[in-house]
């Protein structure tokens, strides 16, 4: 048995002109309230049905973040997009979060990814799917013996004509089996003696029908405890084919330069992730947010002893930290997101936010869950599934220790013996 959905929040909480940031617009306000709206009402209803089940986001949910543009947030509107940035992008994420996290996360799927190919035209083409939720994908990273170390990649990719043969294994695959693509991480070749360990690397676009793995491509489900709503993958690609000119951000121009470009697969997963750890923090803080949230409820429909136990001081004081922790971190990603927007890298900033915000919400789903006592520690109340999908936040978009690393080797300088 779960709870029934928790009452919609119909306006956002009012601020004072002078206490506004700087990024805050009318047209924003707008953007997150009608969010907060289709979350509430739509999304936090069937996740409360399906997500103890494990299941999978319904078709419906699927139409309605087509309908609203959410596929295409960052899309430019010439092409079909709402032609907004990157904290628009996550200002979405953290309100979808809030209910569900797995609709969030499909919002990733999208906006414009695989689509950055040499030809003009199909550039475009699959821009537009991208945007009306036509154009979903999956992207294939990690590998068994590669996580936190990308350059370690292994799967290979080799030339036969028209067409590049890959083969190797993918882990922790997403959406794999239900897209319209997956955007693979492969080997062309091996670096020579003195360059990156990277050199060599390259995207390529495996297109494919939904709901099936196309020939030569197997894979097996990972029984996840959390993050249900889609299924993550084990893939195993054994000679799946290619076409040669689904190569992601090949320069359209010669062939030289062209090469040049396909080799720089490395740089283009670590552009990608600057954005995805900033995207990861806004749904860190819609968990938290969601936690926060149903604690205060409950504090005030839970009675012990005569009265609320809200009434009791130190629950009272753990729910003011948890807010003050959550109205942190949502600072710090909207600032890091407009810092992007700006066309700033933000490498460390985008590793200081997702260290933050997910460490932030791992405790504040604790808390929440002990703040509910039994009940929370019960697939009756839903602060256990914000915990379990917190936890997840840590260590996905590399982990807390990596997002260390890149901070600390941008601030300290190693010396000669190290």
Known sequence: MTSTAETPTETLPPQPPALLPPWHTPER???????????????????????????????????????????GITVPAEDGGLGLGVFEYCMVSEELA????????????????????????RRRDLLRRSARGEWIGAIALSEPDAGSDLAGVSTRAVLDGDEWVVSGRKRWCGNAKAADFIQVLVRERDPEPGESRSTGLLNLLLEKPRGEFPEGLTGSPIDKIGYHGFLTWDLAFDGVRIPR???????AASDEEGAEARRAGFAQAQLFLNTARVHTAARAVGLARAALEDS??????????????GDFQALRFAVAEMAAQVEQSRAFYRQVAHLLDLGVPCEKEAAMVKLEATEMSVRVTNQAMQLHGGNGYTTERQVERHWRDARLTTIFEGTSEIQKRIVSDRLLPRSPLA
Do not use: C
């Open 245 to 251: 000119g689904n190569v992601i951000d090949e320069a």
């Open 98 to 121: 809030r209910a569900w996290m797995s609709t969030a996360s499909i919002l990733a799927r999208s906006q414009g990814l695989g689509t950055a190919l040499a030809d003009a035209d």
């Open 296 to 309: 205060i409820r409950y504090l005030q429909e839970r009675e012990q002893f005569g009265h609320p136990i």
């Open 29 to 71: 306000e707008a953007l997150q309230l009608q969010a907060r709206r289709f979350a509430m009402d739509e999304v936090l209803p069937v996740a409360n049905e399906l997500d103890p089940q494990k299941g999978e986001i319904p078709q419906r949910i699927l139409e309605r973040l087509a309908e609203l543009g959410y596929f």
